[in-house]
């Protein structure tokens, strides 16, 4: 937004630098990017009064001019215009000047024999407009020797306003006049609006009907006659390219003034051009063709708002006119449009089209709904007095709900404690009451409400109104302060501080973590050999996938596993160990969500060591899985972590070196062997671990408090024995037996030695058991500690047909 000083001070008065009030306006949410310095070439510019003209004694169509520069100082100048008359006050750039956009210098020459110091000037070589037809001519009454910036009173200084997209009330002079008046105590001037009018009325000579007041609440229309087009004044057009703005013509002129004036978008219709006198406001039908004033044909919709006669379309309403109804050389009589427009229909429009003009910018954001009457009687004013119209009496207002203001409640005390500032109620009801809403009392003491003006569409909550209060102390008189908190973050709830715990701890046997997608291919389940009544399944399909690869959610973290396995070793990387701690998800018969929970997937392959000077290659094999899940557990704090084999295997696994994982009688999971033919549906060819437990009921198993044991202070002593069994007997199951057995002294039972061989016979296995025993309050003897240690190896050997290994 540029903003004009001189025009600014005409709404309000302040007595401040354009540093300050830059700074001033900055600090209360205006932020302003810069101050143009226009006209800074036409410092050596000064009005002339021409006092004696000669020809040229060496050209036939130039001629000598002697000018008056003031003070008594007259200079000779070479020129060649047709308009040179004796008495005229006329522009003269002296020597030093630069002129034009490349800066050109006006030097001391010498123009066939005569010297000429300075030059005459036209309109286009200051700047202020196209015409070079001869010299501008200015008013008689000015005296020689003046600045023409000062003598012309031309906006020198322009502020360059960045306004935050909430702010459509500020995108006019007024806008920003009606800041600076609250923010430095001073009244608001505005600007005469009354024209004279003249009979007969406009109404029985033009008519509007509005079709849709959802999309345009209100539509105002004012109606000028006698007009006679042509250029603009010097004031006017001065102001307007210093907007940014081009002038044409001195009714469209006037349109564009007001839209910076005021903020309101206007638009003359030449009145003779609209069929029926009539304007009818309706929705486009679909597929509707318009051609705009760019002369571009626009394809509209259904959405978009259109301003018609009685018998075709001649504007889009808030973005752009129609050439059927543009004002010409011919134009005598216009129809002035001032109304509202819905902001997301013409943001809509707007975005469609891609044809951003400044009305569509203002409407977008809002304008003031209660001021469009009086921009159209401005209007009506500006092109009686530059124009030479005649008015018609009255104005055609369709307003079928009038706004009402919405009331907004706001706490004093809440308000002071949010900008960390000392308010009192006389000071907030004043700043808010400055800044034109209407404020009343609250239900109590420490409490107002608030009517906002309709211009004013960003207010809507009290925290808004707050930011208003902040807006006139200035963003940078509210203090500074850290705010007082607790330094530290809460707890993380217990699932992720298991599932944390849980990766460090996998990560700790040299697993590596694996993120999959968890989207996966529809044939998944086929590929790992899941019985057709398997819960994993009842998949959930995707309605937009990212690929048909990936079009299920994952019911299983292993086809993703395996996957990004065979992917690693088709890129030569052999050894490969991975975890994965992800949700899977599965369908719910009646239900629209699936079930989701998370579980633990692992994978191995190759090596779980390399061979080295002390020991050979370690191939992976069912031994490391079944430690990684004990490791697991204890990490956990978890006992009774059992391994058996006594169900049927899964199908993806296989039967000979399998096992099913429980805790305390709680079934997590499966973990073995890869099946060849399953390993071959992921195009692996080698030895495959795997394993899948469910983590969601590990974290529940999980205790949550720690349990500490002193430190002992006598030693242990321990046993050894080596029993033959069975082949076909599990470990665990002796295992499990011994450390149930009843001896107070006994503090664990584990297996160090598992042997085959001769002199066993085949079918038989040794197994070696150590006991560790200990008493808390003395060293044991071996006298103590035999007759237990003997009943629970004959225990063992009864139970399990054992024999002592001789």
């Not at 002079?173 to 406009?202: C, F, M, N, Y």
């Not at 006139?472 to 709830?493: D, K, T």
């Not at 959930?540 to 990004?564: C, D, F, H």
Request: charged content about 25%.
């Amino acid at each position: 937004m540029l903003v004009p000083l001189k025009w600014l001070r005409e709404m309000v008065d302040y007595d401040l630098t354009p540093a300050q009030l830059s700074d001033l306006l900055t600090n209360s949410g205006l932020e302003v990017d810069g101050v143009i310095e226009r006209y800074s070439g036409l410092n050596k510019v000064i009005t002339a009064k021409l006092v004696e003209v000669n020809p040229h004694p060496n050209a036939d169509r130039l001629r000598l001019a002697t000018v008056d520069c003031g003070g008594g100082r007259t200079e000779t100048v070479v020129c060649g215009a047709p308009n040179l008359e004796i008495g005229m006050i006329t522009p003269l750039a002296q020597v030093g000047t630069k002129l034009g956009e490349d800066g050109q210098e006006v030097t001391k020459v010498k123009i066939r024999g005569v010297e000429s110091k300075g030059m005459l000037c036209s309109e286009r070589d200051l700047g202020l407009s196209d015409d070079h037809s001869g010299l501008m001519v200015l008013d008689p009454g000015l005296e020689p020797g003046l600045e023409l910036a000062q003598a012309l009173d031309l906006e020198t200084q322009v502020l360059e306003i960045s306004i935050t997209p909430n702010r459509g009330d500020a995108l006019s002079i007024l806008g920003v006049a009606r800041d600076v008046a609250a923010l430095v105590g001073s009244e608001l001037k505005l600007p005469p609006w009354e024209p004279t009018e003249h009979q007969p009325g406009i109404v029985g000579q033009a008519e509007i009907e509005v079709l849709d007041s959802h999309a345009c609440p209100r539509y105002t229309g004012c109606l000028v006659k006698n007009l006679k087009i042509g250029p603009s004044p010097l004031w006017m057009r001065d102001r307007l390219m210093a907007c940014g703005v081009r002038p044409i013509s001195n009714v469209v002129d006037v349109t564009n003034y007001i839209l910076l004036e005021l903020g309101q978008p206007l638009h003359a219709f030449d009145f003779a051009e609209l069929g029926g006198a009539k304007v009818v406001v309706r929705m486009a039908a679909e597929g509707e063709k318009f051609v705009t004033l760019d002369g571009q044909e626009r394809t509209l919709t259904d959405q978009d708002l259109m301003i018609c006669d009685a018998e075709r379309a001649v504007g889009l309403a808030g973005v752009m006119g129609g050439l059927n109804s543009e004002v010409t050389e011919g134009t005598t009589t216009v129809l002035i449009e001032s109304a509202f427009f819905d902001p997301l229909t013409i943001r809509r429009t707007s975005k469609r089209l891609g044809l951003s003009t400044e009305a569509s910018y203002r409407f977008e954001r809002g304008i003031d709904l209660e001021g469009c009457a009086i921009a159209g009687s401005r209007a009506a004013l500006l092109m009686d007095q530059l124009a030479g119209g005649e008015v018609a009496a009255g104005i055609i207002d369709v307003y079928p709900s009038p706004y009402q203001a919405p009331s907004i409640p706001l706490s004093i005390s809440r308000t002071a404690r949010y900008l960390g500032l000392p308010l009192t109620k006389d000071k907030v009801v004043g700043q808010l009451e400055s800044l034109g809403l209407t404020v009343s009392d609250g239900p109590d003491e420490d409490s107002i409400v608030a009517q906002p003006p309709a211009l004013r569409t960003d207010l809507e909550r009290p925290v808004d109104l707050t930011e208003e209060v902040a807006r006139m102390v200035g963003y940078n008189n509210i203090p500074s302060r850290l705010p007082q908190a607790e330094i530290g973050a809460p707890a993380r709830p217990w699932p992720q501080r298991v599932r944390a715990q849980a990766r460090d701890v996998m990560a700790a046997q040299g697993l590596d973590e694996a993120i999959n997608y968890s989207f996966e291919h529809p044939k998944a389940a086929d590929r790992l050999g899941l019985d057709a009544d398997d819960y994993r399944r009842s998949t959930v399909k995707l309605i937009n996938p990212l690929s048909e690869e990936q079009s299920e959610l994952r019911t299983s973290l292993l086809p993703g596993l395996l996957a990004t396995a065979a992917r690693n070793l088709a890129h030569r990387v052999l050894d490969v160990g991975l975890f994965e701690i992800g949700r899977v998800f599965v369908a719910q018969e009646s239900q629209v969500l699936p079930l989701e929970n998370f579980r633990l997937g692992v994978v191995l392959c190759g090596l779980m060591a390399p061979a080295s000077w002390w020991a050979g290659e370690q191939p992976v094999s069912f031994s490391y899985l079944k430690g990684a899940a004990q490791y697991l557990a204890e990490a956990l704090d978890l006992t009774g972590l059992a391994f058996d084999s006594a169900a049927e295997a899964p199908n993806y696994l296989d039967p000979a070196e399998w096992c099913r994982i429980s805790l305390n009688g709680e079934v997590l999971g499966e973990m073995g062997r890869l099946e060849k033919r399953i390993a071959a549906n992921f195009d692996l060819d080698r030895p495959v671990y795997v394993m899948d437990l469910d983590f969601d009921l590990l974290t529940d198993l999980a205790p949550r408090q720690k349990v500490y044991t002193r430190l002992p202070r006598f030693p242990e002593l321990v046993r050894d024995v080596a029993l033959v069994v069975e082949e076909a007997l599990p470990a665990g199951e002796m295992l499990a037996q011994a450390r149930a057995f009843s001896d107070p002294w006994l503090q664990s039972v584990e297996i160090f030695d598992v042997y085959r061989g001769k002199p066993l016979e085949k079918g038989q296995k040794s197994l070696g058991l150590r006991f560790t025993y200990r008493a808390e309050d003395r060293t044991l003897t071996e006298e103590e500690v035999t007759p237990g240690y003997q009943a629970l190896v004959d225990e063992l050997m009864k139970s399990f047909g054992a024999t002592l290994r001789a």
